[in-house]
């Protein structure tokens, strides 16, 4: 209801199209969307690659906002451009990554940390506007409207369709790594090796880390290592797992399901830190093994346009970028089932030049 309201308060929009679930938990189909026209700040992108991210599918499942257009990895082609741009002009390549707007004006935002906004960020799909109160609506679609704050240029030299996963996988484990400086000296753990955990290998191994990466599946181990990790431990077995005790400074978790801390804090050295970011429903851990060694247990949000600038500069430098398998877009709810089943190495990315438009309007934002 609130977006048809506000599409009715605000007379100049942008037809578009894009792929939606119409209710919780159903398959996406083809619909027809409303977009903003450009505010003097804005930006018209269309979208040539969009990754598929496993918080898609928990959207998709979840309390959101119905229909529901998915998408927050982005990379596109500027068609439009706001009247007091400049920071691109037409034609340019760029990329869009999870948060499009936040308050601008408190302690975080004026660090650019916005993924820490007091007031709450704007979120690139199933957010609420902050001007005139529409439903955001994602990258599955084919154009997106971006105030240009939170539009980055394309990396030079990396494939387009690896970047896109780069705006919440990359992100998302640079901003941890960076933050609790990991680089030369430090020995580092990643546990899993998914979407997020095959770039912190990438992220960790460049910042120039001793790589150790934990896995329960013995099929990843030689992936592990092929990715840049200089140890790969299976982390079913014990012998293993116990003959890590008091050796990292820092460990990143990426694993969404619950399982059991304890061994990694009891990896950890002297003041170490595990960072988990798969944030399962509860955790599960003694608190015991952080008051032995002066442990941390902490976790990270996504980055926010600093830390994203900083990390599409420091992938184009290093020539670094995401696994990516490209997919139609009609293969996208195949593509969501073989998210679910872990059958995905590492990111799924839709080519949008594959989306076509509805036949008929299925229903207008």
């Known amino acids: 209801m609130l977006g048809n309201t506000s599409i009715e308060q605000n007379r100049s929009m942008r037809p578009g199209y894009g792929l939606a679930a119409l209710s ?10 409303q977009r903003r026209e450009l505010r003097p700040n804005d930006i018209a992108v269309k979208i040539l690659f969009c990754g598929v991210c496993h918080s898609d599918l928990h959207a998709i499942r979840g309390n959101s906002r119905f229909p529901l257009v998915p998408g927050h990895e982005m990379v596109g082609e500027v068609t439009a451009i706001g009247a007091n741009v400049t920071k691109f002009q037409i034609g340019d390549a760029v ?9 601008g004006h408190c302690s975080s ?6 993924q820490y906004c007091l007031e709450g960020v704007t979120t690139t799909y199933d957010g609420i506007d902050r001007h005139d109160r529409s439903i955001t609506r994602g990258g599955y679609s084919n154009e997106y409207v971006v105030d240009t704050h939170f539009a980055y240029h394309l990396p030079a030299g990396l494939d387009p369709a690896s970047v896109a996963p780069l705006l919440c996988a990359g ?15 430090k020995t580092v753990g990643i546990v899993g ?3 997020l955990g095959h770039m912190a290998v990438k992220f960790a191994r460049a910042l120039g880390a001793h790589v150790v ?4 599946t013995p099929g990843k181990l030689d992936d592990a290592k092929a990715l840049g990790a200089d140890e790969a431990i299976l982390s079913t077995d014990k012998a293993q797992r116990a003959s890590q005790a008091s050796r990292f400074d820092f460990i990143l978790d990426t694993v969404s399901s619950r399982h059991p801390l304890d061994p990694y804090l009891r990896s950890l050295k002297l003041d170490g830190t595990l960072c988990c970011l798969g944030i399962p429903k509860d955790l599960d851990f003694s608190p015991v093994f952080l008051t032995i060694g002066r442990r941390r247990l902490a976790s990270s949000g996504v980055g926010g346009t600093l830390e994203t600038q900083e990390m599409l500069d420091f992938c184009s430098q290093h020539n670094l970028a995401a696994d990516v398998e490209i997919i139609a877009a009609e293969d996208i709810n195949e593509g969501f089932e073989r998210l679910e089943r872990g059958d995905v190495r590492y990111r799924l990315v839709i080519d949008m030049a594959t989306l076509n438009a509805p036949t008929e309007d299925i229903a207008r934002s």
């Open 24 to 33: 919780r938990g159903e398959p996406l189909v083809p619909w027809a969307l």
């Open 109 to 114: 935002c004026k660090r650019q940390l916005e």
């Open 213 to 216: 990466v934990f896995t329960t």
């Open 193 to 195: 090796l998914g979407g």
């Open 171 to 185: 992100v998302t484990t640079w901003s941890p790594l960076r933050h609790w400086e990991v680089g030369p000296g």
């Open 95 to 103: 990329v869009v990554g999870t948060i499009v707007d936040s308050c």
